[in-house]
């Protein structure tokens, strides 16, 4: 049987018929994500630009992995146990090799997840690990991971690419990619193919070659309306903009339902940051429904509170106590505790804010709204050392509401009560849910108070797709399977 060749981002092109009838379309899929060149980077050591994810995400995957629509699947582990405490997973290893040669363990594995949770480890899901007690290799295709206290969504974050099990410069598949020009392609092992000895699994069995490239925004998207790009992925609020000044094809934009944090973090506490009422003074001046309607984006709501609503782990989040007051009324006060903290003098900041029109926009509404509380803001770049605030534009990887939390821990923000950080520390072990909700939601309130953070909206997530991808879908993780682009058509 020929070898089948993929080209990295999508399959299952050889069911697709051309517009439904007529021969089928096995053209490659061009996919273009906006960052650097992918590289199958260690993300204990560095973050990830969209790019690496979707190259990690499919050549070394984790235990599990999400599908299309952001649920889990399998991925190394073709099964897996949670015990009825919810403190045990047991996880049964696929038979499979490393590229070159080498059994995959279950001890392998296990070194790799522990790297990710260790003191020395980068990783950005390193804080919410704490909550793994022990990573144990029953046998070579056995592995146990045990809980402190239970945690519904955990794996949700096995499935994310900074999970993903990594040796060297080999990953786990199921893709194996080769350099292709100035692209990346991968391919799936056929059935009679011995590539690095990992049997291709019955859903990732493809036909269409698939090629992957990282590019700036404005290339990728001209790329796209030029039909030679069927996908482009990795699009934020930053780079909206530009794909809006595009006469895009009908339906082509679309956009993720992503939660997480989008807003400003403080750099420092000195001068009259250091003031609870100064931080609350710059959040209840903003402007939020006219901010978030000048980026037009669908669903899209303004957001005055630290978590997002909804989350399982705490219902009843907690709201500033300026929240539904008029917004005149709430500048009035502002200027107030502005002029109160400075004596009367102008209070001027540097905003650290990533480069990208999207991001201009919204830092001129920031300035625009705090001029009115006599505030003058200055925009610096996003890896400015003395900025007095900083951006951020992170997508939650699990439905926790300890996430939102954790990212303000003395040790994270320099914003924080220590109190709080306490009511994490015992929301870590607690002995019940119940228990667990009550201290996140004390955690929740003090933090209030505090105002480490100003938010906005959730961050934005957007891709242009083709019609071509049928298997295309939107999901809260903004994670989209490559196996899974193109589906058949009934």
């Not at 299952?12 to 018929?17: N, P, S």
């Not at 629509?69 to 290893?93: C, H, K, M, N």
């Not at 925004?217 to 990795?234: P, S, T, Y």
């Not at 320099?414 to 994490?424: G, K, N, T, V």
Request: hydrophobic letters at 40%; a negative charge; one cysteine or more.
């Amino acid at each position: 049987m020929a070898i089948r060749t993929i080209l990295l981002g999508a399959g299952l092109a050889g069911l697709l018929l051309a517009g439904g009838c007529g021969d089928p379309d096995t053209s490659p899929v061009e996919i273009s994500a906006i960052g650097g060149t992918p590289r199958l980077a260690n993300p204990n050591l560095e973050r990830l630009d969209p790019p690496s994810e979707v190259l990690i995400h499919a050549t070394a995957q984790g235990l599990v992995r999400f599908d299309s629509a952001g649920q889990i699947e399998p991925g190394l582990a073709q099964s897996w146990i949670v015990s009825d405490d919810g403190l045990r997973y047991t996880f049964r290893l696929r038979r499979m090799q490393w590229p070159g040669g080498g059994k995959i363990t279950a001890e392998q594995v296990a070194q790799r997840l522990g790297a990710a949770a260790s003191a020395a480890s980068r990783n950005p899901l390193k804080p919410l690990l704490g909550t793994i007690d022990e990573i144990e290799a029953m046998t070579d295709e056995v592995l146990e991971i045990s809980l402190v206290t239970p945690r519904p969504n955990f794996l949700q974050l096995l499935a994310q690419p900074e999970m993903a099990v990594i040796q060297g410069n080999k990953g786990t598949g199921p893709y194996h990619a080769s350099p292709s020009g100035s692209m990346l392609s991968l391919h799936l092992p056929g059935e009679d193919e011995e590539v690095g000895g990992v049997a291709a699994s019955e859903e990732d069995t493809h036909d269409t070659a698939i090629r992957l490239r990282g590019e700036r925004a404005g290339l990728a998207v001209a790329l796209f309306m030029n039909r030679e790009a069927d996908l482009v992925v990795g699009g934020t609020a930053g780079d909206l903009p530009i794909a809006r000044a595009a006469d895009l094809p009908r339906g082509s934009l679309i956009f993720d339902p992503v939660a997480g944090l989008f807003g400003l973090s403080f750099g420092s506490r000195e001068g009259p940051l250091g003031n609870p009422a100064v931080r609350q003074a710059l959040s209840m001046s903003i402007d939020r429904a006219t901010l978030v309607g000048a980026m037009d984006v669908p669903e899209l709501q303004p957001r005055e509170t630290l978590l997002p609503p909804g989350i399982d782990e705490l219902p009843q989040i907690v709201a500033p106590e300026w929240t539904g007051a008029p917004l005149p009324m709430r500048r009035i006060r502002a200027a107030e505790a502005i002029a109160s903290a400075t004596g009367g003098k102008p209070l001027s900041l540097r905003i650290s804010m990533p480069d990208g029109p999207g991001y201009r926009l919204i830092f001129a509404y920031l300035r625009r709204d705090w001029q009115t509380i006599g505030v003058k803001a200055e925009r610096v770049a996003s890896n400015a050392r003395s900025a007095d605030l900083r951006f951020m534009d992170l997508v939650a990887p699990a439905e926790l509401a300890s996430w939102y939390l954790r990212q303000f821990t003395c040790t994270a923000s320099a914003i924080c009560d220590p109190s709080a950080d306490e009511m994490m520390a015992a929301a870590r072990i607690a002995p019940t849910p119940e228990n667990r909700r009550a201290l996140l939601a004390n955690a929740d309130r003090i933090l209030n108070g505090t105002t480490p953070f100003i938010p906005l909206a959730a961050p934005v997530r957007w891709s242009l797709v083709s019609q071509r991808l049928t298997g295309f879908r939107p999901n809260v993780f903004g994670r989209h399977n490559i196996g899974e682009l193109i589906a058949p058509r009934p």
